[in-house]
């Protein structure tokens, strides 16, 4: 596979001897470096265009600490608000999901600890990934919404990037605001003509914030799922601002029963569905 500036840069993030162990077996795949997956005691695991290829060195503990450290550039205090909710961000869009032993007082987690796990996934631009969506919004004069759906992992993210991208630029450049929850939706669009990204927001927070000062013709952000999201799409329909937005559902069925669908207007037009092999398709959400 061929390696990039991103890749390379995530490399520096790692512990050495995990950095040089990908290093040395990244020739033998071909594809794209999607995934990074460090457990203790455990190999490291590249997920390469889908496949996970488990690599000949076992993480320590000490490995994953320092890998934690350069993740977070050597301050966990200015990372702890990311930290209890899961994932580190780094300032160059590198995002790691981390699982550890919580502090938890009066039911919330106030720090995570002991971590021993790291998932690091690394953003691509994938040009042509919100090709189909697009023109079919454009042909509808930008009057509808989509709804992304797959399971964890398929490509949701990349396809509402791309999809922002070709929004917001010409040759039919519409306003588009992107609430870029976890630093990761955003990454690679900071030169896109009309584009405005709201990072690090709560997504129900940001979408009204984007709706108040922004004047969007279209508000894009990843993965809902709480009742608080669900509000604040009512409130952007009720605006007359289109929604482009990803929910996690294996299933067409499985989509219809998410509970932050239920019993709610029809705010979606389009349902664009996501298999395995990274294939989308684009059906309309309700019959005629």
């Known amino acids: 596979m061929q390696w990039n500036a991103q890749e390379e840069n995530t490399l520096t993030r790692l512990d050495t001897s995990i950095a040089a162990c990908i290093r040395r077996s990244i020739p033998l795949y071909q594809g794209i470096l999607e995934e990074i997956r460090i457990r203790v005691n455990r190999p490291v695991i590249l997920n390469v265009s889908g496949i996970h290829h488990p690599l000949e ?16 550039s050597h301050s966990l205090y200015a990372h702890a608000e990311t930290l209890r909710d899961g994932f580190i961000c780094t300032e160059d869009g590198i995002r790691a ?23 690091i996934r690394l953003p691509h631009r994938i040009p042509d990934a919100g090709k189909e969506i697009y023109h079919v919004l454009m042909h509808r004069q930008f009057t509808e919404s989509v709804l992304v759906f797959s399971p964890p992992g398929y490509g949701k993210t ?11 630029d010409p040759p039919m450049p519409v306003r588009v605001a992107l609430v ?17 990204i709201l990072s690090g927001y709560p997504r129900n927070q940001g979408i009204e914030i984007a709706l108040r000062t922004m004047s969007p013709d279209y508000i894009i952000c990843d993965e809902i799922s709480s009742p608080d999201d669900r509000q604040a799409l009512l409130q952007c329909i009720g605006s007359g601002v289109r929604l482009c937005t990803s929910i996690h559902a294996g ?30 398709t684009l059906f309309p959400a309700h019959k005629e």
């Open 57 to 72: 060195l076992l993480c320590s503990h000490d490995m994953i600490q320092t890998t934690v450290q350069k993740l977070c």
């Open 251 to 280: 299933t067409l069925s499985e989509l219809q029963c998410h509970p932050v669908l239920q019993d709610i207007p029809n705010i979606f037009q389009w349902y664009y569905g996501i298999d395995r092999n990274h294939t989308g």
């Open 180 to 196: 870029d929850t976890r630093y990761e939706l955003g990454t690679g669009l900071e030169n896109c003509l009309m584009l405005d």
């Open 158 to 168: 990349t396809v509402l990037r791309e999809l922002a991208a070709a929004l917001s």
């Open 97 to 119: 999901g981390v699982c550890g032993r919580v502090v938890a007082e009066k039911g919330k987690i106030t720090f995570l600890r002991d971590i021993h796990s790291i998932c």
